[in-house]
């Protein structure tokens, strides 16, 4: 087979034309389905169910007669359930990542390493599911008494993007099945196939029918989505995704007030000062800006150096930047995949000639690379980038790297904090006093010190503005799917004198 066409160890993981609806693989009502083509060669991969609103409503009624009985069972009998889905996705995480390489385009190695990011959601809910205490409250009234018991939301509708195909929808179903409810999850239309595995893995990891349903559509997705949102059923919407498409989702959600968790976009400030260390700031820089070929939401966007540094930072970013090699994500030595599609390529071209008109100058990269393929993007630096400048207000998600100069603290924050979104953000310094000073004043849900890398199941993650709201992963993640009820207990007299 050439190297687009991955052979899978288990070719039953490939979902074609079937969701995954009442613990049954199954077709749209309507026969539909619409194409997914590869980003690397631009081929056709296969076909996916294109689920109508009806279709949608048949997931949610399936999900709907779950909850009753999935919300009794214990937690620790949740947690089995989630350890035995870690464990066949780490026993088949091979599979799942070439699923991933194929309908994504990241590198192997890498979506290698996303399947365990993704897998160990699991891991750390499954641990979270038997430990979701209430408190024992002292009451203000003689003779009651107060405590509280976290009880699941409901039915749950996750949306989530093509960017992390695996990680994305485990670290919503992860603690949503922790917290006892049950969920439709909508694929994204460009990569369905790796969350439709994930489902089949649900199924002989014996989840009971309903509680896991995952549905596809592409060019239904606003209908599936209005029917999500809209649902008097559905509790609770997760969604990680544009802010554009978050606040139409959070408009429609209004209808029935549900509780809502939005992982929106970003636009990472990423400042290297003077007394940094370099070889720490140029490697922080290279993963933050550059992983996924750019396509993370919480990618460096915006890299501010400080005057004293910006020159040799600048030579020494652009020279490991030269040493990338980009192809297709088989290919062996290859570390940067293709963008996901030509509305991808069509934004990171025009950032990177808004800046040169401009004035800005690249450095490194710069244009397309059709010799590779439609999809391809040359990794690009450019220097003396300026507010003014598109990429400095937009997050470009793709492989581009603007440097701007600085000169002392207070513009670089005043400037960082101009955005209307607050993701991530990122700072190198030695100087403990600043690192403080720093990290509390940027207007960003979370702040990586001296490091490029913050993604763990264990830390919170989530944003701030138009960056969204609602933390996934952690020991927070769980309570995003749960209600605290409180019960006063009255008449139960007062403590007995001793
Ligand atoms: N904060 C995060 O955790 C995070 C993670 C990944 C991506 N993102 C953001 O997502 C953006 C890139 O992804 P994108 O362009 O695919 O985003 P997008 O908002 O267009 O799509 C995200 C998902 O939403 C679905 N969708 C689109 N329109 C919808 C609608 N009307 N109703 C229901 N679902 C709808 C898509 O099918 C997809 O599955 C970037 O801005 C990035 O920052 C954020
Ligand atoms: O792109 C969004 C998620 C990235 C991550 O979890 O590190």
Request: net charge positive.
């Amino acid at each position: 087979m050439s190297h687009n066409v991955p052979k899978l160890n288990d070719p039953s993981l490939l979902k074609i034309n079937v969701a995954y609806v009442n613990g049954e693989w199954v077709k749209a009502k309507s026969g539909k389905t619409f194409e997914v083509f590869d980003p690397s060669s631009g081929k056709l991969i296969g076909t996916a169910p294109e689920f109508d609103a009806a279709d949608t409503q048949n997931a949610i009624d399936a999900a709907a007669a779950a909850f009753p009985l999935f919300r009794t069972k214990t937690g620790r009998e949740r947690s089995k359930l989630l350890r035995k889905w870690y464990d066949l996705m780490v026993e088949n995480s091979e599979d799942i990542a070439k699923l991933i390489t194929w309908e994504n385009g990241k590198p192997f190695a890498d979506a290698k390493g996303e399947v365990a990011y993704a897998a160990s959601f699991f891991e750390w809910f499954s641990e979270e599911a038997p430990r979701q205490y209430g408190d024992t409250i002292p009451a203000t009234i003689a003779g009651n008494r107060v405590v509280t018991i976290k009880e699941p939301v409901g039915v749950c509708g996750l949306i989530t993007p093509w960017n992390f195909p695996a990680a994305m929808i485990t670290r919503k179903i992860g603690p949503a099945l922790a917290a006892g409810c049950t969920v439709v999850a909508k694929s994204p239309g460009e990569t369905p196939f790796t969350s439709l595995a994930i489902a089949e893995l649900a199924h002989r990891a014996g989840i009971p029918k309903g509680v896991v349903n995952v549905i596809s559509a592409l060019k239904n997705t606003p209908k599936v989505g209005e029917v999500l949102t809209t649902s008097p059923t559905i509790k609770k919407v997760s969604f990680t995704g544009s802010t554009g498409v978050g606040k139409l989702l959070m408009k429609q959600s209004s209808s029935t007030l549900k509780k809502l968790s939005f992982e929106l976009g970003g636009n990472a400030p990423f400042i290297v000062f003077n007394d940094a260390d370099l070889d720490t700031a140029v490697t922080g820089a290279i993963t933050s800006k550059f992983r996924s070929s750019g396509q993370t939401c919480v990618c460096a966007n915006r890299l501010f150096i400080q005057s004293g540094v910006y020159d040799e930072f600048a030579q020494r970013f652009a020279a490991k930047v030269k040493e990338f090699k980009v192809g297709g994500g088989y290919t062996e030595g290859v570390t940067h995949g293709p963008l996901i599609h030509d509305r991808a390529i069509s934004k990171v071209n025009a950032h990177v000639r808004d800046a040169e008109r401009k004035g800005g100058k690249v450095i490194q990269g710069g244009q397309k690379m059709p010799e590779l393929g439609p999809n391809f993007f040359q990794p690009t630096v450019i220097t003396g980038m300026t507010t003014d400048m598109a990429l400095a207000g937009e997050e470009t998600f793709g492989p581009v790297a603007g440097l701007f100069k600085f000169d002392s603290e207070e513009e670089v924050i005043k400037i960082a904090n101009s955005a209307d979104v607050g993701l991530a953000g990122y700072f190198f310094s030695k100087d403990i006093r600043r690192v403080y000073r720093v990290a509390e004043a940027l207007e960003v849900g979370m702040v990586g010190v001296n490091t490029g890398i913050i993604s763990d199941p264990a830390a919170p993650f989530g944003g701030v503005k138009e960056s969204g709201f609602g933390r996934e992963g952690s020991k927070y993640g769980v309570g995003e799917y749960q209600v605290v009820k409180m019960i006063t207990y009255g008449g139960m007299g007062q403590p007995l004198q001793k």
